[in-house]
């Protein structure tokens, strides 16, 4: 069993900034790509950015400039920084992580259970 444990959600003024940190935890034998995706209510979940275990990162049009991922490989953790927030950055974030489970496994896509960033003044 995986788990991914997400944290860094909450309430920020328009301009401020909030940093999203997610560990994965339990049966791990090796991690893919980890990033981020984002539900605002009535809307479908979209796709935030992505670091692959090489480091390479791609980033939803949204958010280029202003968010940025990251990865400590050692701890199975992923990060997002995200500053200049608008009110339109307002969701539930859920944290993605393409885990292996033993050498004779494949891949398989888990899930965070999503923690609420709320933009407003």
């Known amino acids: 069993q995986v788990h991914l444990v997400e944290s860094g959600g909450g309430l920020v003024e328009p301009g401020g900034s909030l940093r999203l940190s997610c560990a994965a935890s339990?049966?791990?034998?090796?991690?893919?790509?980890m990033g981020w995706y984002r539900q605002a209510p009535g809307k479908q979940r979209d796709m935030v950015a992505i670091?692959?275990?090489?480091?390479?990162?791609a980033y939803g049009d949204s958010v280029k400039a202003r968010f940025t991922i990251s990865r400590d490989i050692a701890k199975n953790t992923v990060y997002l920084q995200m500053n200049t927030l608008k009110p339109e950055d307002t969701a539930v974030y859920y944290c993605y992580a393409r885990v292996r489970v033993s050498v004779t496994a494949i891949f398989q896509d888990y899930w965070g259970q999503g923690t609420q960033v709320t933009v407003s003044s």
């Open positions: 339990g049966s791990i034998f090796g991690i893919g790509a």
């Open positions: 670091i692959t275990s090489g480091g390479s990162t």
